[in-house]
């Protein structure tokens, strides 16, 4: 049973195009988070939701809209999307603040 | 959040320890110390934390110097699969204190 999962595994598209990259987690974790990985390997943290409540908001365009429909799933929505935004992105979940983060697969985003 | 120092990469025998060192000599006293690493392609997977005791689990060890400035994770028999980026992480309380990695040390667990 796949404890925090994402989908798609890689996504493909043009620059200026809107995607959508979906995680849900099966954990009951009350906190869920976004971090960006790029070319680099430099792991960064987009966003942080706290059963439904955005509680960190790192500086991110706004082109990046995170979306809690419930405590289980966070999706991160990106419109017009641009070259720099190729990166991997994971989604992580946990517990409590102080627990530790339980990482998705990653979405292979790459934009042409 | 306090920052950490790693060396780049370390290699050790399979089936020997593996002892990763972190420096972390500005974290304070409310700060807890966290180890993920990354296999290549995978996400992070956490490791273990803590505070100022020494911990273990049944992935590995963290040893914690008394005055909080540097610790030291331990895998006590490393196998190839054990091959990753171990990030250090010193990380606040509260539930927005934020896990910020690192470049990480890359760990190569050799036949």
């Known amino acids: 049973d796949t404890a925090v999962s994402q989908t798609p595994k890689y996504l493909v598209t043009q620059m200026g195009n809107d995607k959508s990259i979906k995680c849900e987690q099966n954990?009951?974790?009350?906190?869920m988070y976004w971090y960006k990985q790029d070319s680099k390997k430099f792991l960064k943290i987009m966003f942080s939701?706290?059963?439904?409540?955005?509680?960190i908001n790192e500086t991110v365009p706004n082109r990046f809209s995170p979306k809690s429909p419930d405590k289980a799933h966070l999706n991160l929505h990106i419109n017009s999307l641009e070259l720099g935004d190729s990166a991997v992105y994971f989604c992580?979940?946990?517990?409590?603040?102080?627990?530790?983060?339980?990482f998705g697969p990653g979405t292979r985003l790459t934009v042409l | 959040d306090a920052k950490t120092t790693q060396p780049p990469s370390m290699d050790c025998a399979e089936g020997r320890a593996a002892n990763l060192p972190c420096n972390h000599s500005t974290i304070s006293g409310n700060e807890y110390v966290y180890w993920y690493r990354q296999i290549h392609s995978q996400g992070p997977q956490y490791i273990i934390h803590g505070l100022k005791n020494n911990e273990t689990n049944e992935m590995a060890s963290l040893i914690i110097t008394e005055d909080r400035k540097s610790s030291t994770l331990i895998l006590p028999h490393a196998t190839l699969r054990d091959t990753a980026v171990y990030y250090c992480?010193?990380?606040?309380?509260?539930?927005?204190?934020?896990?910020?990695f690192g470049k990480g040390i890359t760990l190569s667990v050799r036949p």
């Open positions: 954990l009951g974790h009350d906190t």
């Open positions: 992580a979940s946990s517990q409590e603040w102080d627990r530790g983060l339980f």
């Open positions: 939701y706290n059963n439904k409540e955005l509680i």
């Open positions: 992480i010193v990380r606040g309380t509260g539930a927005n204190s934020k896990l910020t």
